[in-house]
């Protein structure tokens, strides 16, 4: 199994960004798959994640800025970001796990559920003031 971020860059203040994450070995019909991430010297936090139906679950800071989807004949899971600001520069992750947030919640998925069992290489967005 493998999960491929991309889609990081340099983007100033205001400005959106758009991740992919293209997963390999698994399919997203039977999978949930998230973005996380972690900021320097702080501890890596979860943002947004989609489930096996397509069904999207936020944390409170990413509702109205970020919107997650999918595209299953990609098998690709995308993180728009709209209205950047500095405090978002990260590397971002994606992460994918059989778990179900509709079964347990979403901020228990975002939060790491059980474990979750597929992690990708980041990708580093940085946000200029």
């Known amino acids: 199994v493998q999960l491929q971020a991309s889609g990081g860059g340099l983007v100033q203040a205001g400005g959106s960004l758009r991740l992919s994450c293209t997963v390999s070995?698994?399919?997203?019909?039977?999978?949930?798959v998230g973005w996380f991430r972690q900021a320097p010297g702080k501890e890596r936090e979860g943002i947004s994640c989609i489930n096996k139906d397509s069904k999207s679950y936020y944390e409170d800071f990413a509702e109205g800025r970020f919107t997650i989807s999918r595209d299953k004949a990609k098998n690709t899971v995308y993180l728009q970001m709209n209205n950047l600001s500095p405090e978002d520069t990260a590397v971002y992750y994606c992460?994918?796990?059989?778990?179900?947030?509709?079964?347990?919640?979403?901020?228990?998925?975002?939060?790491?559920?059980?474990?979750?069992?597929?992690w990708g290489k980041g990708t580093q967005v940085t946000v200029s003031s």
């Open positions: 992460a994918a796990d059989d778990a179900d947030p509709e079964v347990y919640g979403g901020h228990w998925w975002l939060t790491g559920g059980y474990g979750l069992d597929y």
């Open positions: 070995g698994l399919t997203l019909d039977h999978h949930t």
